[in-house]
Structures are given as structure tokens and as C-alpha cells.
């Protein structure tokens, strides 16, 4: 039922933990009692939708809200035009987003999980209160490493051909703090600045002071720096419910910008 796999993944993802600001947990609700196919994505979008359509989807398990401001008025404007497709076709929105940010074994940890044999350790930049996870990662490597190793490695795993660098290429690398989406907010609470910095976006005087600071700084793009979790929650899902709903990862989420 749709209600009980809603407070199965509120239980899971202890969406009670996530921050007031944040819009998780079942954020479109739907008239269908019975869900029987799941499409994972990480941004809700109007492809992603339609594909959900298409597919006879009655559930779209998402990274982002589709919205976090309140609504003044529903219209075929962006973003409640997303959320009155979802209504007019019965597809409910489940929203995971910041629970993923701070759990342990968290969105960020598998960020960098292609050099998980050279991590030593790796510490919690903003802990929660409760001890449980936190915000942002720095990993702190057994051996320092070639960056210009890490980009090659870290394209390979997102399968990006490109991503944006500032910094040193040849710098030999032995911490490297991650923070998905974008970080700056995160990476302003560390005490010590690390050798490479990873996420998704950055304000540019950010990029011109860390690179002033000798600090190396890699940008993926806001997504494209979290996409690559649907891979795990596919699995632990299919895990949590036992296989009682058919899970597909959307063909249709994708970063919307491209290099030209």
C-alpha cells in the first residue's frame, strides 16, 4: 500500500532527522492504493514524468523536491506544474534529498567509493548532534595521490567527459573534502582547509579563494555529482521492500546544461 511504503522509507531514511528547511518524505500524495512500479530519479522533471507515464509508474522516488518554497498559487508555471501532472496521473512523489546527506554510509562516501581501498579514514566535517552521520566528508588517504589520477578516476565513475578544475593538476593529493550539490555552506565549517575539494557547484570568489589558498577544486555539476547514488538506493530498496515492487532508474533524468 502506498501509505505503508511511505512510512517504511520514512523509517529507513529516518526522514525525521532532516532539517526544517528541507521537503522529504512523501511530498505528492496519489489517489492509488497499490504501488507496483517505481521510477528513481534524481531530479523530478517534465521528461522524467512523462516517462513515469509512459511506464505506468505509480511512484517517483526522487534525490530533489520537486519544490521547498510555498506556493502562492498552483499554475502551469514551473515548479507546480510538475506537481499537477504528478496529481492528474495518480503519481505519488517520495522525497529522500538531505536524509541521504547525512546518513552514515552517506551520498558523499560514494562519491569517492572508486578509491575506497586508498582511504585510510574519513571524518564528518558538520557532525549531527546525536552522533549519527552529518554534513560533508573528508577523506584522509593511506597514500598521497596524483590529482590528475583522481579527475580521470572520478570521469570514469560518473561518466562525464568533462568536469571544471582549478588548482594544481600535479599536486599530490592526501585529503579531499566532499560535499554533493553544492558545498560551500558545508566546506565553510572546516578547520583545516584539505588538499582537493569535490562538489557540484561553487560560487566563483569561493573557486578564487581556495585556489589563492593552494587548495585544489573540482566541479561536476550540481547533479551530476549526486545521480550516481541511484545505483545504491535501486539495491537497499529493493532490499527494504523484498521485492514486492518493480524499481527502475529514469532514462530521462539528466543534467540539464552540456558543454558545446
Excluded at 531514511?13 to 497499490?34: A, H, L, Q, Y
Excluded at 504501488?35 to 511506464?55: F, G, R, W, Y
Excluded at 520537486?66 to 499537477?84: A, G, H, S, Y
Amino acid at each position: 500500500e502506498t501509505n505503508l511504503l511511505a512510512r517504511i522509507l520514512d523509517e529507513h531514511f529516518k526522514i525525521s532527522r532532516v532539517p526544517e528547511w528541507d521537503n522529504c518524505g512523501m511530498v505528492v500524495s496519489s489517489n492509488t492504493k497499490k504501488i507496483h512500479k517505481i521510477l528513481l530519479t534524481n531530479d523530478v522533471s517534465m521528461p522524467v514524468i512523462e516517462e513515469a507515464i509512459s511506464k505506468n509508474i505509480q511512484m517517483i522516488i526522487s534525490y530533489h523536491p520537486p519544490f521547498l518554497e510555498k506556493f502562492k498559487k498552483i499554475d502551469e508555471k514551473w515548479p507546480t506544474n510538475l506537481v499537477m501532472k504528478m496529481v492528474r496521473n495518480d503519481i505519488a512523489n517520495y522525497v529522500l534529498h538531505t536524509s541521504l546527506d547525512i546518513r552514515e554510509n552517506s551520498i558523499n562516501e560514494n562519491l569517492l567509493s572508486f578509491i575506497k581501498e586508498k582511504i585510510d579514514r574519513i571524518s564528518i566535517i558538520d557532525p549531527c548532534e546525536n552522533g549519527e552521520g552529518g554534513w560533508g566528508r573528508i577523506f584522509h588517504l593511506k597514500e598521497k595521490q596524483n590529482c590528475t589520477a583522481i579527475i580521470n578516476q572520478l570521469k570514469s565513475f560518473l561518466n562525464l567527459k568533462y568536469v571544471k578544475f582549478s588548482g594544481d593538476k600535479n599536486k599530490e593529493i592526501s585529503e579531499i573534502a566532499v560535499v554533493v550539490g553544492s558545498g560551500i555552506e558545508i566546506f565553510k565549517k572546516m578547520k583545516k582547509l584539505p588538499d582537493l575539494i569535490i562538489t557540484g557547484e561553487l560560487r566563483y570568489r569561493y573557486i578564487l579563494d581556495y585556489t589563492d589558498s593552494g587548495v585544489n577544486v573540482i566541479l561536476t555539476g550540481h547533479s551530476n555529482s549526486e545521480r550516481h547514488y541511484l545505483k545504491v538506493l535501486k539495491k537497499e530498496i529493493e532490499k527494504l521492500i523484498d521485492g514486492r515492487c518493480q524499481i527502475e532508474i529514469s532514462e530521462n533524468d539528466k543534467y540539464p546544461m552540456s558543454y558545446e
